[in-house]
Nanobody
Framework: QVHLVESGGGLVQAGGSLRLSCTAS???????MGWFRQAPGKEREFVAAITWSGLRTIYTDSVKGRFTIAKDNAKNTVYLQMNSLKPEDTAVYYC???????????????WGQGTQVTASS
């Protein structure tokens, strides 16, 4: 059984930084991992994803240059370093795991419970 557990969310002022972590258990090799977010009243949207090898990453345009996704296979953990946070980044952030790296939520089979990120203006 696969479990994804996120941590690292919180409240920061605009311009600040946070690092999210997602630790996976029961996940077999080869699964891509990604981060999505959902703000109140909005649909869940793609943020970033990384291949199992860590050699390929993709980002949504609004976070390029500010967010970095990385993973440590030895720790079964994927990270999302978020710098220069903006109020519009405020959302619940979800970790996801699936087969191939993708921007669509339907491609990911496993999901974490989410962690709140709030960037105040």
């Amino acid at each position: 059984q696969v479990h994804l557990v996120e941590s690292g969310g919180g409240l920061v002022q605009a311009g600040g930084s946070l690092r999210l972590s997602c630790t996976a258990s029961g996940l077999t090799g080869g699964s891509a991992m990604g981060w999505f977010r959902q703000a109140p009243g909005k649909e869940r949207e793609f943020v970033a994803a990384i291949t199992w090898s860590g050699l390929r990453t993709i980002y949504t345009d609004s976070v390029k240059g500010r967010f970095t996704i990385a993973k440590d296979n030895a720790k079964n953990t994927v990270y999302l370093q978020m710098n220069s946070l903006k109020p519009e980044d405020t959302a619940v952030y979800y970790c996801a795991a699936g087969g191939l790296v993708a921007r669509t939520a339907e491609m990911y089979r496993y999901w974490g419970q989410g962690t709140q990120v709030t960037a105040s203006s």
